[in-house]
């Protein structure tokens, strides 16, 4: 592992009980201050690869290691390295916006005043202020997703993991997001891993990406390499498509291969 | 103790369970006191009377009724996700099984520690005085953990509610099966005096007797305390090693 990797994964393999593929050699390597997107239709194994990443699971086979450390063995040293943002909103309902951030800097070691300042800092990163004395359960679904953001990031990690972060977020808010994650990445190094469904998304904020096709990875490089081999514009105009349109043509290239 | 300290909170917040145990403990010991009582002034009985004899029927369901409280808030983290949130922080896991756990504890000591007052209101006898107000606290402490340990541990390494209740109604009958109404001498069925001599509970309630009105020998004080011991110990390392294995 270089000194600039910050993720390695070599030949992760994981099926589920019932004998479905998850992952299927997955080899990755993630450098740091990367804003990395993992893309690919649902159940390709995004979200496993980012689960077995950050500890939550054990691949079958295949090593990785995550900021320097083996995910399994480290995972309490991991854990003060890396933030995650799951699928779901991990909050306690019956706790306020504030209390929950506090609570999560002094899991992380925190004494009490720098849990309180901490505690504010992120919430007027995230617009989160006004909000701050609610209780979780009566917050809107994209105000829980941004609660849910912050708890991820009270110790400043190396390494953050979204996995589709801006679900239940309308438009305005969700640029505001990408504008406070974007201040993260350049002004507190965080690498970026994450998944999204929305592609203008991806193509707007990754500068690297990885394609996941039911559990391999069909490509790995920048959004650019990647439109330079599915260049499709719908308009005729060579160089002009999306990464959406490169996208769909590379998937419409996959469905014909596979009739 | 962060943990330990959110942990009482909730308790607190939500105090229906040890308050309806306690409600209930000193309800069973008024009832049964009143309806059975008259049998008191049997020898078998001692100086203590009915009452004394009945008390540590109520410290046991007390606890019975606070045990639920473990399993129930690990149900509420794994359903609301907030489990994994502390999965994802760096303290080690068993805490997160630790923690509810010792919230029981406070709840079920402190709810002893009022019906003790309540017992000791209404003249049941304590033979050694302090030291058997904290022998008793302690019998029902260990209880009280074996319970909440147990059903926090099925709860962990099956993630459904009903972990918590499976181990409450598992334990009931085995009250029932003991001294717990009657002293073995005046048990007249058979297998009945048999199953409790067999019944390590019988052993627990025998040993509380020792202390307050002292109807019970030393030995099965001895034999009461070793039980709770060994079932606490078995309970807490069957529940902290569940988090080895929990799915988030």
């Known amino acids: 592992m270089s000194e600039t990797e910050i993720v390695r994964a070599r030949g992760i393999t994981k099926r589920y009980p019932q004998g479905t593929r998850a992952l299927e050699s997955v080899d990755l390597v993630i450098h740091q201050k990367a804003r990395f997107v993992l893309l690919g239709p649902n159940g390709a194994g995004k979200s496993t690869l980012i689960r077995i990443l950050s500890s939550l699971s054990r691949a079958d086979s295949g090593q990785c290691r995550v900021c320097g450390l083996d995910p399994l063995r480290d995972e309490r040293q991991l854990m003060e390295r890396i933030g995650v943002v799951t699928q779901d909103n991990d909050l306690d309902p019956h706790a306020t916006g504030e209390d929950l951030l506090r609570f999560q800097c002094r899991l992380f070691g925190m004494d009490r005043g720098s849990s309180t300042h901490r505690a504010q800092e992120l919430m007027e990163l995230f617009d989160l202020s006004e909000h701050a004395r609610k209780w979780v359960k009566t917050l809107s679904g994209g105000n829980q997703r941004k609660l849910h953001c912050a708890l991820a990031l009270v110790h400043r990690p190396q390494l953050l993991f979204l996995d589709e972060p801006t679900v239940g977020m309308d438009p305005e808010v969700r640029a505001r997001f990408w504008e406070s994650i974007r201040r993260i990445n350049h002004e507190e190094c965080t690498t970026l891993v994450l998944t999204t469904q929305y592609l203008e998304e991806a193509e707007r904020h990754a500068d690297q990406l990885a394609l996941l096709q039911a559990g391999r990875i069909a490509f790995r490089g920048t959004p650019a390499s990647f439109l330079r081999l599915y260049d499709r514009p719908n308009n005729g105009t060579i160089g002009r498509s999306s990464l959406e349109q490169g996208y769909l043509a590379y998937l419409g290239e996959v469905n014909h291969a596979a009739r | 103790m962060l943990l330990v300290e959110r942990a009482i909170l909730r308790t607190l917040r939500r105090p229906a369970a040890p308050l309806g145990g306690l409600g209930m403990s000193l309800f069973f010991l008024a009832v049964y006191s009143a309806g059975i009582g008259g049998v008191g002034f049997l020898p078998q009985f001692g100086d203590g009377g009915y009452l004394a004899f009945l008390f540590p029927m109520s410290l046991v369901s007390l ?186």
């Open chain 2, 63 to 248: 606890a019975m009724g606070s045990a639920a409280g473990a399993g129930q808030s690990l149900y509420d983290d794994m359903v609301s996700g907030y489990f994994r949130r502390l999965y994802l922080s760096p303290l080690h896991r068993w805490t997160f099984v630790a923690a509810p756990i010792a919230a029981d504890a406070v709840a079920t000591g402190l709810g002893s520690l009022g019906i003790l007052a309540a017992g000791l209101l209404f003249g049941v006898p304590v033979r050694f005085g302090a030291m058997s107000v904290l022998g008793l606290l302690l019998l029902s402490l260990l209880w009280g953990v074996t319970l909440s340990a147990f059903s926090a541990g099925v709860m962990i390494r099956t993630g459904r509610p009903e972990g918590a209740r499976i181990v409450t109604s598992t334990v009931f009958p085995l009250v029932f099966l003991s001294t717990t109404f009657m002293p073995r001498e005046l048990i007249t069925a058979h297998w009945l005096r048999a199953v409790s001599w067999a019944n390590p509970v019988t052993y627990l309630l025998e040993g509380m007797r020792y202390l307050l009105a002292g109807t019970a020998p030393a030995e099965y004080l001895l034999i009461g305390l070793a039980f709770s011991f060994a079932s606490a110990g078995a309970a807490l390392a069957y529940a902290l090693t569940g988090t080895r294995r929990v799915l988030v």
